[in-house]
């Protein structure tokens, strides 16, 4: 029996995992799990098929979707790894090893010429890949984005002159090695410490290229496989934050010509065994976490980098780049002294941080401003050429923040003050509609109410407890309907300024994230309004446990008819968009002051109506010196 994944399903179907949860709850004859767990079930594929059908939904029987639902269904895990050793792209085509071939290679591998054929080289290797993937422990795998691997490629590649031998020790899924080749790279050189990656990373970059790759597995830092390797450039985005690098047995390696990293320091391991492994003159391209720019433990090294001339540039790139998406990174530019000349006696720095963020990175802009600051060295008003010796002071900060101030663009600058002044206005008008909306409210002695627990309420069917999912187990998630009451986990969570909402009706096209639990209602019984209400007032502290748990069992509501549940709800809905209402217009008003502060402080501004006429010295006949 083939079987099909909630979020396979997704794909096969073209549409949302949050529409197949749907399907499943909204349809009694929607085909049952026949494996998997409750938070990631697995379907029988040829009655998913035929429900599709018989729901007339196109099933989009796609090469892609027909190759998934093989692995899935006839290959487990490590067969699909197998299959991937045995893999050769040659001539624009797949052949398979015969002796390492699993059963199901034959048609495997039609399927995946057929993936070639229809989505690309990338489509057909990452479906392997994923389901190898599968069983594997291994940290969080992520792909470095395109642009950002063809912008890291181009900073180490000097025009006209591309370099030969591009090595990279934390390969992944080969991103970065694939960007080396199209800017003439002719030798890639890579190792990675996860098998499934190593085979990724080859049959990706092989079938793409053309080139005779050399992929070898291992932890670059703890065994490299290419100890006497000097090449011509090195590119790489490494692990982060490795508490266990090899710090202890590595202490006396060569590598560390700055400085021995701490065991807080992986990332400057990394930088070091990047320097160590390029020929003099070669350069490196390092993706590393903004802390490693800042951080105490790694003063020495970094300072170490600055005064020997190895630093030639850092920059700062806008959140949502690359993983981790909640941090912006910064790409280190390294080049191996030549014997004789003098150190680099500056280092550049270029901060893209403010170009844009999320998915709606301007990646051409980036580039444009990043490469041509770098191949004229400085002279934009986002880059700066910082002398070596004012960066070795007592804390060696080298976020470029710290060193770029970039110059105001007066049309933007206006553009801003009307938007948030425009902003501010309709959020003040919206202000005194609701205030006016209030109403009448009643004076009392106070009253006693007998409650209930949230536990209780679910117990007897007056309400549904979705409870939150980790983010890698959500692909079986219910999805979110109008007028489901929303508690974020966690002591700082919010929901749009508030630790307890209500949906509405533009909320249900969103899949829960993690860290969210729901309350669905019957609304014949509960108002939702009133129950956020009471949630968000009286459940502050019993709501989470000291071990931050979201335990039904203390969140309590008073015990009222439906009619009084609906007169405070109305009252508390109104209060909570007035507080939306409020918030929206301070964050105007922090935008208009910010803005026009900036504008004034930096002389792109002034205020209106012409300067008053002074005579003589204004600060004094003294002066000031």
């Not at 034959?106 to 069983?135: C, H, I, K, P, S």
């Not at 020790?169 to 190792?191: D, V, W």
């Not at 830092?221 to 000097?230: H, M, V």
């Not at 010796?389 to 804390?395: P, V």
Request: aromatic share 4%; with cysteine.
């Amino acid at each position: 029996m083939s079987t099909i994944s909630a979020a396979d399903l997704s794909r096969l179907a073209g549409v949302t995992r949050a529409t197949v949860s749907n399907w499943r709850r909204r349809h009694a004859d929607f085909p049952k799990p026949v494996g998997g767990s409750e938070a990631r079930p697995v379907f029988d594929l040829d009655a998913v098929r035929i429900w599709l059908a018989e729901h007339r939904i196109d099933a989009g029987e796609t090469p892609l979707a027909e190759l998934r639902a093989l692995l899935r269904g006839d290959l487990p895990p490590e067969a699909v790894t197998q299959l991937m050793r045995g893999l050769r792209a040659a001539d624009g085509a797949w052949t398979i090893d015969a002796a390492a071939a699993p059963a199901l290679a034959d048609r495997a591998v039609t399927l995946l010429e057929r993936v070639r054929r229809a989505d690309g080289v990338r489509a057909a290797v990452d479906a392997l890949a994923d389901r190898a993937l599968e069983d594997e422990l291994a940290p969080s795998l992520h792909r470095t984005a395109d642009p950002l691997a063809a912008l890291m490629a181009e900073l180490v590649t000097d025009p006209g002159d591309p370099p030969r031998t591009v090595f990279d020790p934390a390969c992944g899924s080969g991103a970065l090695l694939l960007a080396a080749a199209n800017k003439g790279a002719t030798e890639l050189r890579g190792q990675d410490s996860v098998p499934v990656q190593v085979e990724r990373a080859r049959l990706t970059v092989t079938a793409e290229t053309g080139l005779d790759i050399d992929i070898r597995l291992g932890d670059s830092l703890r065994a490299n496989a290419f100890p006497e390797l000097l090449a011509d450039a090195v590119l790489t985005d490494p692990p982060y934050g490795q508490r266990d690098w090899g710090a202890a047995e590595l202490a006396f390696d060569t590598r560390w010509q700055y400085g021995l990293p701490s065991k807080m320091e992986s990332e400057l391991a990394w930088v070091q065994h990047a320097v160590a492994h390029l020929r003099p003159g070669g350069s490196a391209a390092v993706l590393l976490p903004p802390a490693v720019a800042v951080r105490t433990s790694g003063r020495k090294i970094r300072a170490g980098l600055v005064r020997a001339g190895v630093l030639r540039a850092v920059i700062g790139l806008p959140q949502g780049a690359s993983a981790p998406w909640q941090v912006g990174l910064q790409i280190w530019v390294l080049r191996r002294p030549l014997p004789e000349p003098r150190p680099a006696e500056s280092v550049l720095f270029v901060d893209t941080t403010q170009m844009s963020a999320g998915q709606d990175i301007d990646w051409a802009a980036i580039t444009e401003r990043v490469i041509g600051v770098w191949r004229t060295d400085g002279g934009e008003s986002a880059a700066a050429m910082v002398a070596a010796i004012d960066l070795l002071d007592e804390a060696v900060d080298l976020t470029p923040a710290r060193h770029v101030h970039p110059a105001l663009d007066t049309g933007a600058l206006t553009s801003r003050l009307e938007s948030a002044t425009r902003r501010s206005t309709a959020a003040a008008a919206e202000l005194g509609a609701l205030q006016a909306a209030l109403g009448d409210w009643l004076e009392g002695p106070g009253r006693s109410w007998r409650q209930v627990s949230i536990g209780e309420l679910a117990d007897h069917g007056w309400l549904r407890w979705i409870r939150s999912q980790r983010e890698d187990s959500a692909t079986d998630d219910p999805g979110i309907e109008t007028g489901d009451v929303l508690v974020p986990l966690g002591r700082a969570e919010r929901l749009n300024g508030h630790a307890v909402r209500v949906a509405e009706p533009e909320d249900t096209a969103a899949v829960r994230g993690p860290n969210l639990h729901t309350l669905r209602v019957d609304p014949d019984r509960l108002d939702p309004w009133f129950l956020a209400g009471f949630l968000l007032a009286g459940n502050g502290s019993a709501a989470r446990t000291a071990t931050v748990r979201f335990d039904p069992g203390k969140l309590r509501v008073p015990v009222l008819a439906l009619p009084e549940q609906r007169r405070y709800g109305t009252l508390l809905r109104t209060m909570f968009r007035l507080r939306t209402a409020a918030s929206r217009a301070a964050a105007a008003i922090e935008e208009l002051n910010d803005t026009m502060v900036s504008g004034l402080t930096a002389g792109v501004l002034a205020p209106a109506g012409a300067p008053e006429q002074v005579d003589g010295d204004p600060f004094g006949a003294e002066g000031w010196r």
